[in-house]
């Protein structure tokens, strides 16, 4: 996999690692299984992130590490799924947790490198950043299951150091992961109580009995795969393959000017940074293609995730720590994409949310239980925008910086901000000719708006 970037990046960071060990709950944890919602089911990938502070003298590294570990011994009391294990219920034919205690993974690492010396390139691409979230604890014997979750300290040569974290989808969802960090940064700090109660009840978002799909479901394809007694959930995955990758800047300066074009050249305080960026991504996506895809009439559709706790008729709890989420799409043809006004595709992104209504979800989680779809469109736009992993506290201070780390996934762009210059940061990765028309059309187009 290769990188692009206006600077140098790093594909190596020079990683020695020096400790690799299971965290388990600091108390006794009561085994049971867990049921997972039908959106829980088909997430079964993992998220690696990493979380970059500033040398702090009164944590040495090595501190921070032991500091993190016990914190994390007293969160995952509070959150004994993430110490659990996966399995399949061969009865249901669905996936179920199992709270058996197993642990969490626990890295300990460090760098010849300095903060310093990637500079610049610490907001930019770089494969390295793959060394800073472990995936795997390679001491385990090969008959033990590997962990859900795994947590990594990584010092640089100057005394500040990186936290990086890897979690199975199925565990937490962005603001899910967002409330679990605030948690075990307040266990860092040795704090008795957590910053918020998580509410564990996955049953909330299960399906009605019997089911009542009221709405078609074009945002999830139907595999016409068995359900029940001997079947499995499929896996919202994709193929491996060579990719570039890059992040894609925005300044603030233009956020305005995207605001603005999407206004149609007014002021436009009520259009969302979200949905300008995620206009702009799906043009761009839709283009980068080959050329035969590109017919006029040919229907384009970007997959959004909506939040639905706020949805719910009653609300999900803010602290809903599974999968809180779903996928909407927005569609358009090709023309409307190349020639239509850019303040439409915008216009489509906003009012398309408004159909995830409570009934809506409801009849979204019935139809997944007897279809077992995935999500479908042409590519999904994730929005970090309103996460804040940036603005946690820890005793050593807040992160100078957050960010995905790249992986393999070329159907799914995810937004976050730019700690930088307080713009937004796009993450998009695909193949090299895909990558450099994606970029040709970006460029083109940001210039466009003077």
Request: aromatic share 10%; proline share 7%.
């Amino acid at each position: 996999m290769a990188a692009q970037s206006p600077v140098p990046t790093f594909d190596d960071l020079k990683i020695t690692y020096h400790e690799s060990s299971l965290v388990i709950p600091s108390q006794e944890i009561e085994e049971k299984s867990i049921f997972l919602s039908n959106i829980d089911q088909i997430l079964n990938y993992s998220i690696p992130t990493a979380h970059f502070f500033k040398p702090n003298p009164d944590f040495p590294s090595e501190n921070v590490a032991k500091r993190l570990k016990m914190a994390l011994e007293k969160v995952l009391v509070h959150y004994d799924f993430m110490a659990g294990r996966l399995k399949l219920n061969s009865k249901t034919g669905r996936l179920e947790m199992d709270c058996n205690g197993a642990g969490a993974g626990f890295v300990v690492a460090s760098s010849e490198f300095s903060l310093d010396e990637i500079g610049s390139s610490l907001v930019y691409p770089n494969l390295g950043y793959r060394q800073l979230a472990a995936q795997k604890l390679e001491n385990l014997a090969p008959q033990v299951d590997q962990p859900l979750c795994f947590f990594q300290v990584t010092s640089f040569k100057c005394g500040g150091f990186a936290i990086g974290m890897c979690m199975n989808h199925i565990l937490l969802d962005g603001l899910g992961a967002k409330t679990f960090i605030e948690n075990l940064a307040s266990q860092a700090f040795d704090d008795k109580h957590l910053a918020v109660i998580p509410c564990n009840d996955r049953w909330l978002l299960a399906a009605r009995s019997p089911p009542q799909v009221a709405f078609p479901h074009p945002e999830f394809l139907d595999l016409h795969l068995p359900v029940g007694e001997g079947s499995s959930p499929p896996v919202f995955d994709c193929s491996r393959e060579e990719l570039e990758f890059k992040i894609f800047k925005l300044s603030p300066t233009d956020i305005t000017k995207l605001k603005k074009k999407a206004n149609n050249g007014s002021e436009a305080a009520k259009i969302s940074s979200f949905g300008v960026v995620a206009a702009l991504i799906w043009r761009c996506k839709a283009f980068s293609g080959s050329a035969e895809l590109q017919k006029k009439d040919r229907i384009s559709t970007l997959l959004n995730v909506i939040d639905i706790r706020p949805r719910r008729n009653p609300q999900l709890p803010s602290s809903y720590s599974g999968n809180g989420v779903l996928p909407l799409g927005v569609s358009a043809t090709f023309e409307e994409l190349e020639n239509g006004p850019f303040s439409k595709l915008v216009e489509k992104i906003s009012e398309g949310a408004k159909v995830m209504t409570d009934e809506y979800i409801k009849s979204a989680f019935d139809w997944m239980e007897m279809h077992r779809g995935l999500p479908q469109g042409d590519y999904m736009v994730s929005s970090w925008l309103r996460l804040g992993f940036e603005k946690i506290e820890y005793p050593w201070g807040k992160p100078v910086y957050c960010c995905p780390v790249v992986n393999h996934r070329k159907d799914i762009c995810w937004v976050f901000p730019d700690a930088i210059d307080g713009g937004i940061g796009a993450m998009v990765a695909l193949p090299g000719e895909e990558m450099e028309r994606f970029d040709g059309i970006f460029r083109e187009f940001i210039q466009r708006l003077g």
